[in-house]
């Protein structure tokens, strides 16, 4: 990382905590930001945050590792999460992940060669009565067929 992008990266913190506060509860609100913004929290962006908050750079770090939404390496520029419950199971989830792998050309825990998605499971969407569940960034999707996944998937190309 260059000096430049770390310094922005120290100013961007700086604006979320007077926008968040500098409290320990602040900690979860400034990294969902910093996700958002950059896909993944660098790990100059933990140590920053923990500096700023006042607070030890392992508490950042158990934060970003207890929350599945939270991630330390980069991703795709989309992150397509499929539900992994018993009930999307039953509801044809393997039907739909071959389809999807298949489409893509990657297997779920990778991302594309272009960045452009990443796959991962999820424990749960909360939709055990509406599965398969598929979350596309901040989108849920139910009901999910191998069809219906092709043309989410063309949508996000």
């Known amino acids: ?12 913190i700086e604006q979320l905590v007077r ?14 930001d ?3 913004k950059h896909k993944y929290i660098p790990d100059f ?16 770090y158990s ?3 207890f929350y599945a939404f ?3 390496k980069p991703k ?6 499929l539900c992994k419950t018993i009930t999307c199971d039953l509801a044809g989830k393997d039907n739909v992940a071959k389809m999807i792998e298949r ?12 960045n452009r998605i990443t796959l991962e499971y999820v424990n749960c969407l909360g939709m055990c009565d509406q599965g398969p569940a598929l979350l596309v960034n901040e989108r849920v999707y139910s009901k999910v067929t191998p069809e219906k996944a092709i043309k989410i998937l063309n949508e996000i190309k």
């Not at 430049?4 to 961007?12: D, F, W």
């Not at 795709?76 to 999460?81: A, K, L, S, T, Y």
């Not at 893509?104 to 990778?110: A, Q, V």
């Open 103 to 114: 489409e893509l050309g990657i297997k779920f825990g990778e991302t594309t060669k272009d």
């Open 63 to 65: 934060v970003i590792s």
């Open 19 to 32: 926008k968040h506060g500098k409290s320990r509860s602040s900690l979860l609100p400034i990294l969902q």
């Open 76 to 81: 795709g520029r989309n992150i397509v999460r």
């Open 45 to 60: 962006a933990q140590q920053e945050i923990a500096r700023l908050l006042d607070i030890h750079p392992v508490e950042v």
């Open 34 to 36: 910093v996700q958002r």
């Open 1 to 12: 990382m260059l000096v430049l992008e770390k310094n922005n990266i120290t100013e961007e």
């Open 70 to 72: 939270l991630n330390t």
